[in-house]
């Protein structure tokens, strides 16, 4: 492996750029493969791009850090191959991605998985028609196009994550037709034992209560409620909730959905990295050592997919691991690993105590974990909620059994959009953990892959 990569790194938000902007100050050979067409990830998406004007002042300040993270990278450097989709990790730490037409390896002594955290499914009924997406695809709109809501848009859904893209839209000078927050009532109870943990990232509080103060003085309607329905023929032109017992009906052009995010896993499944449930987050993540190391020697992971802790904590995390790996591959020594690692570990500190007041806060509530038998469980093949059942009546007791019966995860998305969600269902009627009943088997390739693609395989050419 004389002519492999020290360190592929897979993504390239916070997590991955600061990863590799370490590894190379280290003298690690570094390259980040990145599906998109320039660095920041979801967190930082086209941040070099909306550097000034009033696009960048509606994203805010935090949005705004990531183009010291950029830069830092940019100047860093590391290697930096964008536009290529990664369809396959190898346990010995090679990398496999394609741009389309034809495929590229990356041989590396080690691989760090960095691709962040994708969007709780939230299977409503009505989730498949067209004008339902999630708040993070309007999120992705307003960054990478400066596209703002108009017309009769609805957010509907608990988290961080709606406040802060109302608080952008805002900004923006979009417009929101309403806020249905359906943060489960006896959330608040469930996080009062977390407060003074969270009191101690005091920045992370004022700024949840500027976003909410900021809401109440932009005058849209806000909405508690126990449940959400999408109405339509051939699209969403209304949304239904249930607020204070009572159903409320809205004409609605476009609904956005969100219920928190959840780690990435299926690039670190399809490896075969071990993984455990997270209870608190009610998610499955890969099960990894204080460095970032997985139990397969060459795999590492930093970031969100390795656990919801947020974009500053994951770009910690990055640095941490790229000291793990320099001092696992012979270029520091465990005394100076730790010895630079000491200060990273208590900027850590300052951002991880607020993660259980937040997870406690919004935890999910049952319906978007186990919804009805008519709702659509499986979005590529229109499997509802009631059919996954009747596989655990017929006998099915994972979701792989599920998948043979009635090929729920079989389709393009490979499980992405129905995981939990499968997983929820047969755990709620056969009465065991989430983390007994496990996920999919995720197999390569990780996205469609043509034989061409596949034909036209070899190493890059700019190694």
């Known amino acids: ?126 989730w498949t028609l067209p004008g339902v997406m999630t708040v993070g695809a309007g999120q992705i709109l307003l960054k990478a196009s400066g596209m703002v809501p108009d017309g009769e848009t ?45 009191l101690r990232n005091l920045p992370y509080v004022r700024k949840g209560l500027k976003l909410r103060g900021e809401l109440r003085r932009s005058g849209i309607p806000v909405h508690p409620a126990d449940a959400v329905e999408a109405v339509g023929e051939g699209r969403v032109e209304r949304i239904r909730f249930r607020s204070g017992g009572t159903w409320v009906e809205r004409l609605c052009d476009t609904l956005l959905l969100h219920e928190g995010v959840v780690p990435n896993v299926h690039v670190t499944m399809a490896i075969g990295c071990a993984h455990e449930w997270d209870d608190r987050q009610g998610c499955f993540r890969p099960r990894l050592d204080e460095w970032g190391r997985s139990d ?54 300052r951002h991880l105590p607020i993660r259980a007041f937040l997870d406690a806060l919004y935890r999910p509530r049952p319906a978007v974990t186990c919804p009805a038998d008519p709702v659509i469980a499986c979005r590529c093949e229109s499997v509802t909620a009631g059919q996954v059942r009747e ?23 490979q499980g992405r959009f129905c995981g939990l969600t499968v997983t929820g269902i047969i755990a709620d009627a056969t009465g065991k953990p989430p983390g007994e009943v496990g996920f999919f088997r995720i197999r390569p390739p990780l996205k469609p892959l043509t034989l061409g693609e596949l034909a036209a395989l070899g190493e890059d050419p700019a190694a």
């Open 1 to 126: 492996m004389a002519d492999a990569w020290d360190l592929v790194v897979v993504g390239a938000g916070p997590a991955g750029l600061a990863a590799a902007t370490e590894a190379a100050a280290l003298g690690l050979k570094a390259v980040v493969v990145d599906e998109q067409p320039a660095p920041g990830g979801q967190i930082y998406r086209a941040v070099e791009r909306a550097a000034s004007g009033p696009a960048a002042a509606a994203l805010g300040p935090d949005y705004a850090h990531g183009r010291s993270v950029v830069a830092a990278f940019r100047a860093s450097g590391a290697a930096y191959r964008p536009g290529l989709q990664v369809w396959q990790v190898e346990q010995s730490g090679e990398v496999l991605a394609s741009d389309g037409q034809r495929s590229v390896s990356f041989p590396a002594r080690r691989a760090l998985i960095a691709i962040g955290a994708t969007e709780r499914p939230v299977p409503i009924p009505g």
């Open 154 to 198: 609805w957010v509907a859904g608990a988290g961080p994550l709606p406040l802060l893209y109302l608080a952008q839209v805002i900004a923006a000078g979009g417009r929101i037709a309403g806020y249905v927050d359906t943060t489960a009532a006896g959330n608040a109870m469930a996080a009062a034992p977390h407060l003074l943990g969270a």
């Open 391 to 413: 596989t655990v009546r017929i006998g099915a007791v994972g979701p792989n059994q599920a998948k043979s019966f009635i090929r729920c995860g079989m389709g393009p998305c």
């Open 296 to 349: 397969i020697p060459a795999v590492l992971v930093a970031g969100d997919c390795g656990g919801i802790e947020g974009a500053r904590a994951a770009e910690v995390r990055g640095r941490l691991v790229a000291l793990g790996a320099a001092a696992d591959l012979g270029r520091l020594t465990a005394a100076e690993r730790d010895r630079r690692a000491r200060p990273l570990r208590r900027e850590l500190d």
